[in-house]
């Protein structure tokens, strides 16, 4: 059972695309003006899904960050090839330097992190836990998830709420005028 669960585990993958917008260039694809861009992008994901290295998606996107969530048999590496090969035309010629591979445990503590608010500007803010919790189901509502996309998203909302809440509390921080109140007073 746990050789099952460690092979499942082995297939979950996530290929994020993020820049931080104080000390870098904004991406091609995340400037306003690409929102066209965005839109065709997504598409042909859907479309291509990486030259059939995947069947199933969970795609967030966020003003700093683009992230791509599947369920794949295909080695990190390779996932990172074809998306380089196929998706390179949507950014700058530099976007390979912003591009990371998560797999595995890795893939659930950085879904579970940037969930909870622990990859923001802002530490356990609560904007990017709405945004992935609704993109979320946004896939799942048209069928782009497949059960093992489910779990995985289920179990890390839940944990990322968990963490937020307790991290929140603890520093007695329960909103952003309390936070800049403790900031600037």
Do not use: W
């Amino acid at each position: 059972m746990e050789q099952e669960q460690t092979k499942k585990l082995n297939r979950i993958h996530c290929l994020s695309i993020s820049f931080n917008p104080l000390i870098e260039k904004v991406p091609e694809i995340f400037s306003i003006e690409g929102k066209n861009r965005k839109s065709k992008f997504t598409k042909d994901l859907l479309k291509n899904k990486l030259e059939g290295s995947f069947e199933k998606i969970v795609l967030i996107k966020t003003c700093q960050r683009v992230e791509l969530y599947i369920n794949s048999d295909k080695q990190p590496e390779d996932l990172k090839k074809y998306f380089f090969h196929t998706y390179g035309k949507f950014f700058s010629d530099d976007f390979g330097k912003t591009v990371k591979v998560f797999s595995a445990n890795d893939c659930l503590i950085h879904l579970t992190r940037q969930s909870a608010g622990f990859e923001s500007f802002i530490t356990g803010e609560t904007e990017i836990y709405h945004q992935v919790k609704e993109l979320f189901g946004r896939y799942h509502a048209d069928g782009l998830t497949d059960l093992f996309l489910d779990e995985t998203f289920d179990r890390c909302l839940l944990m990322a709420k968990e963490m937020r809440s307790i991290v929140l509390k603890k520093h007695d921080i329960y909103s952003y005028p309390e936070l800049l109140t403790q900031l600037f007073v």
